[in-house]
């Protein structure tokens, strides 16, 4: 090889500026990997040491122990009046009427009558039974309406009464 040669192929030089960016990017992700799989105990434990255990007397409260929620157990054979100081309703029980009916579940239909919401039902026709996602209820009167439609036209029907003070 002559000197032009070697010179049009030494111009390849590496510039420090970016070996020092890519060096640092390489460190950060070694960093990061390393945090993944072996620091992030260490990392989240100190956030977890400062919060204040749940007290009888103190402020705070567990958002599933909370009294805005209410969960009711709703018994098909009749209707019945509840009270509650929840602002909030999950209703589960038996699908009403499925051992009656040789056919097949439609649709579980349940809606709150005095702010006219209704209610995302999740059914389990295995398990014969249903629960709902949570209902608000106004203050005062709340009848909710449950019914479940089957093939052949029957519907079975329920009715609740929930006072919410």
């Known amino acids: 090889m002559s000197n ?9 030089t590496l510039n420090p500026i970016e070996v020092g960016v890519f060096t640092v990017l390489i460190l950060f992700f070694i960093y990061s990997v390393y945090t ?4 992030w105990q260490e990392s989240y434990s100190d956030q977890l040491n400062t919060i204040e255990p749940l007290t009888q007397n103190g402020n705070r409260s567990l958002a599933s122990f909370s009294s805005s929620f209410f ?14 100081s929840a602002k909030k309703v999950r209703i589960l029980g038996h ?5 009656q009916s040789k056919n ?3 649709k579980t239909e349940i809606i709150n009558k005095s702010n ?14 249903y629960s709902t996602d949570y209902i608000p209820l106004d203050k005062g009167q709340n009848v909710i309406n ?19 003070n």
Do not use: M, R, W
Request: glycine letters at 6%; charged letters at 20%; hydrophobic letters at 30%.
């Open 71 to 84: 969960h009711l157990e709703v018994p098909c054979e009749k209707s019945f009046t509840e009270t509650t």
């Open 4 to 12: 032009k040669e070697l010179k049009e192929t030494s111009n390849n």
């Open 116 to 129: 006219n919401n209704l209610a995302t039902v999740f059914t389990d026709t295995h398990s014969k039974k």
């Open 104 to 106: 097949k579940l439609i």
């Open 36 to 39: 993944l799989f072996y620091g």
């Open 146 to 164: 449950l019914k479940f439609y089957y093939y052949g036209g029957k519907t079975v029907s329920n009715q609740i009464i929930l006072t919410a």
């Open 95 to 99: 699908i009403c009427g499925i051992n």
